[in-house]
């Protein structure tokens, strides 16, 4: 079992839609016995709407805009374990606190994962389109880069088995 007492402060987890940043979040939160949060259902919690709901009333910008300030609230909180929603990392304001308020972690998967993944799920506005796959390659091309270089930890989970993941994710924070 990796040293846990090593693991200091916050956890940011970052990464594409499906890449499974809240369930590797919530394990890693509980195995470090601290509070997890997502910032999408901070928001939904917020407004008592879902997030489509707010892509249709208020378009992407007003998501956008909602989503920095929860963002900014729950990065300066202390030792806890946060879910991003995917897009979060594209704003450079965002990016600066994930990256100067705690540890980011990059969950890393191949459009084709995420699409298995996502294929299912009518919650995810962007993804609500004739190929998504093509939706998925394109926000990788993107994005895979800016999340490489927020990151302090890349970590590709093996979704089979979320506990060998959270394991070997806790390994590597227990040596930065
Ligand atoms: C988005 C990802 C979603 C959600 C919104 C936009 C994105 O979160 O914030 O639909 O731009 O990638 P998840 O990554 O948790 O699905």
Redesign the pocket.
């Known amino acids: 079992m990796p040293a846990m007492e090593n693991i200091a402060g916050n956890l940011f987890f970052i990464?594409?839609?499906?890449?499974g940043?809240?369930t590797l979040g919530k394990y890693t939160a509980q195995a470090l016995g601290r509070p997890f949060y997502?910032?999408?259902q901070e928001i939904c919690k917020r407004t008592g709407v879902s997030?489509p709901t707010i892509?249709e009333l208020e378009g992407?910008d007003g998501?956008r805009e909602r989503?920095a300030a929860v963002i900014d609230e729950l990065t300066a909180l202390n030792n806890i374990v946060l879910?991003?929603?995917?897009?979060?990392v594209?704003r450079e304001e965002n990016r600066s606190k994930l990256c100067t308020r705690g540890t980011v972690i990059y969950l890393h998967a191949r459009p084709e994962i995420l699409l298995e993944r996502?294929r299912h799920d009518n919650?995810?506005?962007?993804?609500q389109v004739e190929d998504p796959l093509v939706k998925l390659q394109e926000?990788y091309n993107l994005?895979d880069g800016v999340y490489r270089s927020a990151a302090d930890i890349v970590i590709e989970p093996t979704h089979q088995n979320c506990h060998k993941t959270v394991e070997k994710l806790l390994q590597l924070l227990s040596q930065k």
């Open positions: 990464g594409l839609m499906g890449a940043k809240t997502d910032s999408d997030i892509f992407e998501f989503e879910a991003t929603g995917g897009g979060a594209m996502t919650n995810r506005p962007l993804l926000l994005r």
